[in-house]
């Protein structure tokens, strides 16, 4: 256990106790509390190395049965009958539901587009039809298998070019063109500024889906009281979840309590936006009993929301010196069957790359097609990783044209604290030019180009990503409240919840420091829409930097309290007060020579101990200091921003066009590092993550579906695939932050690709189009590179037409 | 029809009756036995997060029947730890930030204490090769193979302890 303890309440006890709510800013950054910055123990370390922590599956009621999903074989076909005698005749079985049990309700989080079972027609392979709860997994499992759906096949649209093509099937009847959504901007004036560039480089590149592979898959236990549903959920976003669920249950907000597990992993994959919850709830009230629905791997792989496939045709200009003039995107993306969030995605992978550097003009064209596949979503980097991987190959490409070394290239375009981007994003703090240093410094950029290797190929890229992102209305806030016990503890109670990245611990952290407690002798809430303060929960790297405001002030709100209640009972004024090691000090009284002590849980204990007592409470709450952007993007969508600069070397066998990634360095930008092995953790699992996108991640496919939806095919990077991993912090501070910190949890990703691409092509001349990496397409590019072949040339040709899915 | 089946379980006998004798230990545990500290990752012994340890073997228990457990002796994560504290496997992976979600952290305890039990001083291949066989979405590896060579090293302080 830690025994990290700090100090608090000298410079607040002065303020008058009431909740703040202005901005301020952080301490200063040589002061920070000594809690704040180092290696405290994960608050739920035991109960994971124990195997006790509870996730979605675990967890166990009286009576539970277990449900199974009947899901569409079929790309598209209209659903003729649906016969569940056999399966409703099955021993054990409770209940069988269908379209025809539901409210009828499409739901989504921005363009309702679907059902929780389908209705009439199914749109992809692995879309809901029916479901079953029974006694057991086994029997729920056979009873689906008992349900006869008689279909009529329809004409799919299973790529990009056939959903786009003249006359093509429509996956939904109200989109004409397969169209889901659409926007475009041209800021500064793009064509100017390309007829006054020297150099111009241009391409297409192409990325794939990719599954977020949480190695818990999602699930949920349902049980109904009444008119009320409780659901036990994995989710990354238990109040967002909750909205969408009652939505698509038909039901008022106030007739859904989600309540968060352990969520084995997030990624954007457990953010609300799949059927498996809302058929649990409705297996649950037609079975009157509660239900437990997991999803099996297959049917993560069919039916969860990976990360959009998107066609970027790229066009860069640039002065003869290396000075970026414009940027020109035409971004087309595969939805997939049914929306989600891909929409909000397809505006970060359109914008978020402008904040990066000083572009003159930026102009882009982005669409989101529907097509008869997996629909896609939310995933680590939302869009990021794409568009680095995307205009990241043509940074490259224009750094080889201009003769400049990337590094050099990326310091004299990379934007510094105080610049505006065309989108208005408004950089505070931004340490990128350090970051690109630090990481040409770890991998030892300028030896290794003075000392080629052959077949070795080096390579560089830097990303931005937010602190939060004003996504859902005109807030991108968080409230807590800490509450100061009679023991001496305090507990914080925050709906923004834990899905593996540390954010409880964080959070006992700053509550330690504000409240001068050892972290043991905190606790952090999990989410509970009945009982916790309101939050968005985990995504766009938010929790840290949006929630850890909003409880720092909480924790300062009750030690105003406790201050307050230490200076009534001791008769000294509240200035004089401080808190250390879990007790209130002061000075000795006039007259005395003994300083005085007064534990925490003593002083608590006497304030609510006499007539008319009062508990210790402090509230919190922090809106991003951010913009809600227009339907044209434009708007400061975060109030921090965080970098990163990433380098790679890699060495590729040419006979067989295997590529191994030797050594990765990178330097990250998230402010004050409020515990280093959780961000290092950040850091080194989203390379992993990225080097999967990069090389090892996908599938084969036939009729609109993976061949072999599971592990075997889909490769999850391993132990053994790691590179040496150099992992750096700059030295950052954001004023806005908790103690300077800002977002960290998906940066790291994003270059990866990119760099992973642009080493091969520094190793064998080789540049691949489209993700991933493999060594078919690196062979190809050496041995046959004619145009049109998988991994060929520089060139801006046409997008080959191969790779997945077909 | 059930069929009775004895094996030991963390050190304790039991004697329960199958109906499926080709149903996997997996369930058995989850299940009628109510140990959920081993997990479920993709049911086809690809992914390591349901490693129990069957007569000093790491093997996934997804793929183990339990026909086939008759007179074994079978490990899983609960066993580990006791009055005494954590198993030095824990202690290490608790001290290295060795886990994020910590879902596939059951399983990789399991290998872990699999191979030390086997092997008390690995040299880094083997310990390499161990976490090699399982999954992680979070982590990178790098602080659980820091856990591996932490665990190795407790192992090593608390042998010489008993001594």
């Known amino acids: 256990m830690s025994t990290a303890h700090a100090s608090a309440g000298r410079a607040a006890a002065a303020d008058a106790p009431q909740a703040p709510v202005a901005p301020e800013l952080s301490l200063d950054r040589a002061v920070l509390p000594p809690v704040i910055g180092t290696a405290v123990q994960r608050v739920d370390a035991v109960e994971k190395v124990t195997g006790r922590s509870a996730f979605a599956g675990d967890v166990r009621i009286p009576r539970m049965l277990h449900g199974a999903v009947v899901r569409s074989p079929h790309a598209h076909a209209r659903i003729v009958s649906v016969d569940t005698t056999l399966a409703e005749r099955l021993p054990g079985v409770h209940a069988v539901v269908t379209g025809a049990d539901t409210a009828r309700i499409k739901w989504g989080a921005f363009r309702p587009d679907l059902y929780p079972l389908a209705l009439d027609r199914v749109r992809y392979v692995g879309d809901e039809v029916a479901a079953v709860a029974a006694t057991d997994p086994e029997t729920a499992r056979r009873a689906a298998e008992l349900i006869r759906v008689e279909y009529e096949v329809l004409p799919a649209v299973l790529t990009l070019d056939e959903a786009l093509a003249e006359g093509a099937p429509l996956v939904h009847d109200d989109a004409v063109g397969n169209l889901a959504h659409e926007f475009g901007y041209d800021r500064g004036g793009a064509d100017a500024w390309f007829e006054r560039s020297d150099v111009i480089v241009e391409g297409v590149w192409q990325t794939t889906r990719q599954w977020h592979g949480s190695i818990e898959t999602i699930g949920c236990t349902a049980e109904w009281s009444q008119d009320r549903v409780t659901l036990w959920v994995n989710t990354q976003t238990p109040f967002l979840a909750r909205q969408r669920y009652a939505t698509a249950l038909g039901l008022p907000l106030r007739a859904v309590r989600v309540v968060q597990t352990e969520v084995g992993g997030g990624f954007g994959g457990k953010s609300g936006d799949d059927n498996t919850s809302v058929i649990c709830a409705i297996l649950a ?33 640039f002065t003869s010196d290396g000075l970026v003039t414009a940027k020109d995107i035409d971004l087309i993306a595969d939805n997939g069957a049914y929306t989600g969030k891909a929409q909000a995605v397809l505006g970060a992978a359109t914008v978020r790359h402008d904040a990066l550097f000083n572009y003159r003009a930026v102009r882009a064209h982005s669409r989101l097609i529907y097509t008869n596949l997996v629909p896609t979503g939310a995933f680590r980097g939302f869009g990021n990783p794409s568009a680095d991987w995307a205009v990241g190959q043509a940074w490259d490409l224009a750094a080889a044209r201009l003769g400049i070394e990337p590094p050099d290239l990326f310091l004299l375009n990379a934007v510094e604290a105080g610049s505006v981007s065309a989108h208005n994003h408004r950089i505070s703090s931004c340490e990128l030019k350090q970051c690109i240093r630090r990481a040409a410094e770890a991998i030892g950029w300028y030896e290794k180009r003075a000392a080629p290797t052959p077949n070795r190929g080096l390579a560089m890229g830097v990303s931005v990503h937010v602190s939060g992102r004003r996504s859902f209305g005109d807030y991108d806030g968080s409230s807590a409240m800490v509450r100061l016990t009679e023991d001496g503890r305090a507990a914080v109670i925050v709906g923004e919840g834990e899905i593996g990245t540390g954010a409880r611990t964080t959070l006992a952290q700053i509550t330690a420091a504000e409240l001068g407690l050892a972290v043991a002798d905190v606790t952090v809430s999990r989410p509970d829409t009945d009982l916790t303060t309101h939050a968005l929960g985990a995504l766009a790297s938010r929790v840290t930097y949006v929630a850890g405001n909003a409880v720092r002030r909480a924790a300062k709100h009750a030690c105003e309290q406790l201050l307050g ?242 | 029809m059930a069929v009775p089946l004895r094996f030991r379980l963390n050190h304790e006998d039991v004697e329960i009756h199958v109906h499926d004798p080709a149903a996997t230990l997996l369930d058995l545990l989850r299940g009628d036995l109510g140990l959920t500290g081993t997990k479920s990752g993709c049911a086809i012994g690809y992914c390591g997060a349901c490693t129990v340890i069957v007569d000093g073997e790491a093997v996934p228990a997804c793929l183990q029947m339990v026909g086939l457990l008759e007179g074994r002796e079978v490990r899983t994560v609960e066993d580990l730890a006791g009055p005494g504290g954590l198993d030095p496997v824990q202690d290490a992976f608790v001290t ?65 302890e008993v001594r």
């Open chain 1, 565 to 806: 209640a230490a200076s009534r009972q001791l008769g000294r004024p509240a200035a004089e007060l401080w808190v250390e090691d879990g007790m209130v000090h002061a000075p000795p009284a006039a007259g005395e020579d003994t300083p005085v002590h007064v534990p925490v849980g003593v002083v608590v204990r006497a304030e609510l101990y006499r007539p008319n007592g009062q508990p210790i409470v402090g509230i919190g709450s922090f809106d991003n200091p951010s913009e809600f952007p227009d339907q044209a993007r434009f708007g400061n969508e975060s109030g921090a921003y965080n970098f990163v600069a990433e380098a790679a070397e890699v060495e590729v066998d040419p006979a067989t066009g295997a590529v191994t990634v030797l050594e990765l360095a990178a330097a990250v930008d998230c402010g004050t590092v409020l515990n280093p092995p959780l961000a290092q953790g950040q850091v080194e699992g989203a390379i992993a993550q990225g080097l999967g996108m990069a090389i090892t991640e996908r599938f084969d496919w036939a009729d609109g579906a993976p061949t072999r939806p599971n592990f075997v095919d889909y490769k999850l990077p391993t132990a053994g695939v790691m590179p040496t991993l150099h992992v750096e912090f700059a030295d950052s501070y954001e004023p806005t932050g908790p103690y300077g910190a800002k977002g960290v949890g998906e940066i790291a990703l994003d270059p990866v690709p990119s760099i992973v691409a642009s080493a091969v092509a520094d190793a064998v001349g080789v540049r691949i189009h489209e993700l991933p990496i493999t060594a078919e397409k690196i062979y190809w590019g050496i041995h046959r590179p004619e145009p049109g072949a998988p991994g060929a040339a520089d060139d801006p040709a046409e997008f080959p037409e191969q790779g997945n899915p077909r």
């Open chain 1, 285 to 317: 009230r037609k079975s009157g009993r509660p239900v437990q629905l997991v999803n099996t791997r297959e049917e993560e792989f069919l039916a969860g929301r990976p990360r959009i496939p998107m066609r970027y045709r790229v066009r860069l200009g």
């Open chain 2, 96 to 160: 290295c930030a060795g886990m994020q979600c910590g879902f596939c952290t059951p399983g990789h305890v399991m290998a872990v204490r699999a191979l030390l039990d086997r092997d008390p001083d690995p040299g880094e291949e083997e310990l390499r090769r161990t976490v090699d066989g399982n999954y992680c979405r979070c982590t990178g590896y790098v602080k659980i193979l820091d856990s591996a060579r932490e665990a190795v090293a407790l192992e090593r302080a608390r042998a010489q």
